[in-house]
């Protein structure tokens, strides 16, 4: 009965082991890859901005910010820019003016809710490949605010 089991052992359940255990490799492997952070950013201001035109809407506002010339250069449409240390995606692009629509729970939790149409922000663009990262690795997700 030994032998049984053991030659047993030592075909069908062996081979589904390593099936099993590729598969388990596989998925772990595609979880890291998954966990790739695609924007960062240093925490160091680049510049100030002003807010140009701000529309409530009901569930969010839509903020247009006036960059300084130039300093929208080579952003597109989806791009992630810190404003104010919250990282924000631009929705539009009207040279060197960007558009961010901002939810409730974000303008909530962080000072975006407190600005108006003149206000002054900091803005940090997201940092690239090969690019000098100087300060911090921040996301720029913002939980709440502090006084």
Same mark, same amino acid.
Do not use: W, Y
């Given at each position: 009965?030994?032998?049984?089991? +053991?030659? *047993? ?15 388990? +490799? +596989?998925?772990?492997?595609?979880? +890291?890859?998954? *966990? ?17 035109? *701000? ?42 003016? *960007? ?49």
């Amino acid at each position: 009965m030994h032998a049984t089991s +053991r030659s *047993l052992c030592g075909s069908g359940a062996f081979a589904k082991q390593q099936q099993f255990t590729h598969l388990v +490799r +596989r998925a772990a492997h595609q979880r +890291r890859r998954a *966990l790739v952070v695609s924007n960062m950013f240093t925490g160091i201001v680049q510049g100030t901005a002003a807010v140009a035109d *701000l529309d409530s809407k009901e569930n969010f506002k839509a903020f247009r910010i006036q960059f300084p010339s130039g300093k929208a250069e080579g952003v597109q449409i989806g791009a992630s820019v810190a404003i104010n240390g919250t990282c924000l995606t631009v929705t539009a692009i009207d040279g060197d003016v *960007l558009s961010f629509d901002v939810m409730q729970e974000t303008l909530r939790a962080t000072s975006l809710g407190n600005l108006q149409v003149g206000s002054k922000v900091n803005f940090e663009r997201s940092a690239r490949v090969g690019d000098e990262i100087g300060g911090h690795n921040v996301s720029g997700h913002v939980h709440c605010t502090a006084k």
